[in-house]
């Protein structure tokens, strides 16, 4: 596989599937879009049948054509130069899942989400005094960091470039942020429903007290003035994730498999071979 140049980004549109039959496809349309960074391989630069994306979000993509072949040949250099953080590949289809399982030993999974507003359970939610929600801005993204986890940041490139190509909504105490609703990737094809990956959290003291409630209600309010679909996927394990996006609306339509590069890694002893 070779690496594409950004300015043909638009021939790996046609590879990538709609939000109807894929979550997490934000990420990759960000790549497309370069309001997220990261590299993108193709099996041929002037008519691509197969792709990966590889966000900085550490959330990768494979596409198309499923090819164990030229994924096998690729891994090597993507472990040597290419990995950020806990980097997960994600399949997008059954067919890359069953491509791919030969290759790796653990494997991890993801629920993936559709907005439906009418099945929400939750329409509103109070806050306690001494509580508001503010947008996530210049003043409150230095507390932020501290406070709550800053991949959302990192992945954009720092608080500056999150500001300039995302939003957020945070609820704060105090001056300080203790929960918070993100876009951690907002994209779409060209005339088509463009997404907002959710990305939410409570500082640990705070939980159970419907905070990303509100963060979220007042987030995805926002997503309907700037004409996006919120986004929702989650750990598979992660139930309490999935309880909270079925009140907000989302309903769950299928899981998807990834691999963590970084644990075959360690599970080969920090080398990676390709199946006999």
């Given at each position: 596989?070779?690496?594409?140049?950004?300015?043909a980004?638009s021939?790996v549109?046609p590879l990538?599937?709609p939000a109807s039959a894929a979550?997490?496809?934000?990420?990759v349309?960000a790549v497309?879009?370069?309001?997220?960074?990261?590299?993108?391989?193709?099996d041929d630069?002037?008519?691509?049948r197969t792709?990966l994306?590889?966000s900085?979000?550490?959330?990768w993509?494979v596409?198309?054509?499923p090819?164990?072949d030229?994924?096998a040949?690729?891994?090597?250099e993507?472990i040597?130069?290419h990995?950020?953080?806990?980097?997960?590949?994600w399949?997008?289809?059954?067919?890359?899942?069953?491509a791919l399982?030969?290759?790796?030993?653990?494997q991890?999974r993801r629920k993936?989400?559709?907005?439906?507003?009418?099945e929400?359970l939750?329409?509103?939610?109070?806050?306690?005094?001494?509580?508001e929600?503010?947008p996530?801005?210049a003043?409150?993204?230095p507390?932020y960091?501290?406070?709550l986890d800053?991949?959302?940041f990192r992945i954009?490139?720092?608080?500056?470039?999150?500001?300039e190509?995302?939003?957020?909504w945070a609820?704060?105490?105090?001056g300080?942020p203790?929960?918070s609703?993100a876009?951690?990737?907002i994209?779409g094809?060209?005339?088509g429903?463009v997404?907002?990956e959710?990305?939410?959290?409570?500082?640990?003291?705070y939980r159970r007290?419907?905070?990303?409630?509100?963060?979220?209600?007042?987030?995805?309010?926002e997503?309907r003035?700037?004409?996006?679909?919120?986004?929702?996927?989650c750990?598979?394990?992660?139930?309490?994730?999935a309880?909270l996006g079925r009140?907000?609306?989302f309903?769950?339509?299928?899981?998807?498999a990834?691999?963590?590069?970084?644990?075959n890694?360690r599970r080969l002893?920090?080398?990676?071979?390709?199946?006999?």
């Amino acid at each position: 596989m070779q690496r594409l140049q950004p300015d043909a980004y638009s021939r790996v549109r046609p590879l990538v599937p709609p939000a109807s039959a894929a979550g997490h496809m934000a990420f990759v349309h960000a790549v497309l879009d370069g309001t997220m960074g990261g590299p993108v391989f193709v099996d041929d630069a002037t008519a691509p049948r197969t792709a990966l994306v590889c966000s900085d979000s550490d959330f990768w993509f494979v596409l198309g054509e499923p090819r164990q072949d030229l994924l096998a040949a690729m891994i090597p250099e993507l472990i040597a130069h290419h990995l950020t953080g806990e980097t997960v590949l994600w399949c997008t289809s059954p067919a890359w899942e069953a491509a791919l399982t030969p290759l790796f030993g653990e494997q991890v999974r993801r629920k993936e989400f559709h907005y439906r507003p009418g099945e929400a359970l939750v329409r509103e939610a109070e806050l306690p005094p001494g509580y508001e929600l503010r947008p996530i801005d210049a003043g409150l993204a230095p507390r932020y960091i501290p406070a709550l986890d800053p991949w959302v940041f990192r992945i954009f490139g720092g608080p500056d470039r999150f500001l300039e190509r995302s939003f957020g909504w945070a609820v704060v105490h105090e001056g300080e942020p203790v929960a918070s609703c993100a876009a951690c990737a907002i994209g779409g094809p060209p005339g088509g429903p463009v997404e907002a990956e959710i990305e939410i959290g409570t500082a640990e003291t705070y939980r159970r007290r419907d905070f990303a409630t509100a963060a979220a209600l007042r987030f995805m309010a926002e997503c309907r003035e700037r004409g996006l679909v919120p986004a929702w996927t989650c750990a598979a394990g992660n139930e309490p994730s999935a309880k909270l996006g079925r009140r907000l609306g989302f309903i769950e339509f299928r899981d998807v498999a990834g691999f963590e590069l970084r644990a075959n890694m360690r599970r080969l002893g920090g080398r990676w071979h390709p199946p006999v």
